[in-house]
């Protein structure tokens, strides 16, 4: 009896796995926080209008400290630069033509002294010359820290691809970035492999391996089965397991 309750358990906890939606770094192209110091070898600087440059801070305010670690890079007026310059930094170019979701996730701040505030644009090009924009920060001014993601797109024939970030001069209190990164968008796969060890009456091992960006697999295990709309929708509750569990093996 024992071993017949097992066994009906087993098969709904094979069709139970399903990956979770937690991103890791695969196949990340660039990655920069900065925490070396400095402006990282390759990136260089377009002066569009002036002459002021990116530049790395430690710490520092508006808003205090870097996103995250100690370093960030910003991009202020010292007070003797002409009002209205504007410079980009460009990062070194990738090849981005196997990537089939490219995304760019960075964190930024542009906060506003007596009103005005200092404009942030993005940009990207296949040839480093021709920018053509992704994204304009001219509409508000952000105080605190705040991250974003863009969707970057997709070139299948150039094997170069460029990335900007354009900080135009407003008298503001200047702008600042933090934690760079392109890499593929989050895609969890569900897992594979799935194979049972050590079965017992009540117990067993079960392995798998996990794919894409998953960390983690949400096992659910029930003694009814589970209704299709409450898997789609993520309400199910296993009444036997129901839990995360890292590294694609787990003691059931």
Do not use: H
């Amino acid at each position: 009896m024992k071993m017949n309750y097992f066994r009906r358990w087993l098969a709904v906890l094979f069709l139970s796995v399903a990956a979770a939606l937690q991103a890791q770094q695969l196949g990340v192209k660039l990655s920069a926080d900065f925490e070396d110091g400095k402006i990282p070898d390759g990136w260089t600087q377009e002066y569009i209008t002036g002459s002021q440059a990116w530049s790395v801070e430690q710490g520092g305010t508006y808003p205090d400290g870097a996103y995250s670690g100690e370093w960030r890079i910003a991009l202020r007026n010292p007070g003797r630069q002409t009002l209205g310059f504007r410079t980009r930094i460009v990062l070194p170019a990738l090849d981005l033509s196997d990537m089939v979701e490219p995304i760019l996730c960075f964190a930024y701040a542009n906060d506003k002294w007596s009103g005005d505030f200092d404009y942030l644009s993005v940009y990207y090009s296949l040839d480093g010359s021709e920018w053509i924009p992704l994204e304009d920060y001219d509409e508000r001014y952000q105080a605190l820290w705040a991250t974003d993601t863009l969707d970057l797109p997709r070139n299948t024939e150039s094997k170069t691809y460029y990335i900007a970030f354009e900080g135009f001069d407003r008298l503001g209190r200047g702008i600042v970035l933090d934690d760079i990164k392109v890499r593929p968008s989050p895609n969890c796969a569900p897992p594979s492999a799935v194979m049972f060890r050590n079965i017992e009456n009540t117990a067993a091992t079960v392995v798998w391996a996990e794919n894409m960006d998953a960390t983690f697999t949400e096992i659910k295990v029930s003694s009814t089965p589970f209704t299709p709309d409450s898997l789609a929708d993520g309400s199910a509750v296993g009444d036997i397991i129901d839990g995360r569990y890292p590294k694609g093996t787990a003691l059931l």
